[in-house]
């Protein structure tokens, strides 16, 4: 079974930073893709990054050149280092890792339990 733990959530103020951390527990064979969401009160979850296991990376337009998502594969850990916070980034913000825990099995998802991100103003 995978489990992800993530950490490093918080509160900082506007123009803040923070990094954000999700490892992986359990067996995995590879891990494709890794990426970061969020969603804030009363919206829907939004993608905020992904890497793949060669190191691209796409971001969400509101978070360009302010956030960087990052992978350790020997670790299975995920990373985004968010700088010059804003309010609006205020959100839980949840790690999602597509994992294949062994030879021939189908990718699958698993997410994390969240992390809280307050921002203020």
């Known amino acids: 079974q995978v489990q992800l733990l993530e950490s490093g959530g918080g509160l900082v103020q506007a123009g803040g930073s923070l990094r954000l951390s999700c490892a992986a527990s359990?067996?995995?064979?590879?891990?494709?893709?890794m990426g970061w969401y969020r969603q804030a009160p009363g919206k829907q979850r939004e993608l905020v990054a992904t890497?793949?296991?060669?190191?691209?990376?796409n971001y969400a337009d509101s978070v360009k050149g302010r956030f960087t998502i990052s992978r350790d594969n020997a670790k299975n850990t995920l990373y985004l280092q968010m700088n010059s916070l804003k309010p609006d980034d205020t959100a839980v913000y949840y790690c999602?890792?597509?994992?294949?825990?062994?030879?021939?099995?189908?990718?699958?998802?698993?997410w994390g339990q969240g992390t809280q991100v307050t921002v203020s103003s």
């Open positions: 890497i793949t296991s060669g190191s691209s990376t």
């Open positions: 999602k890792f597509t994992a294949q825990i062994s030879v021939g099995r189908w990718p699958t998802d698993y």
């Open positions: 359990g067996s995995i064979f590879s891990i494709p893709a």
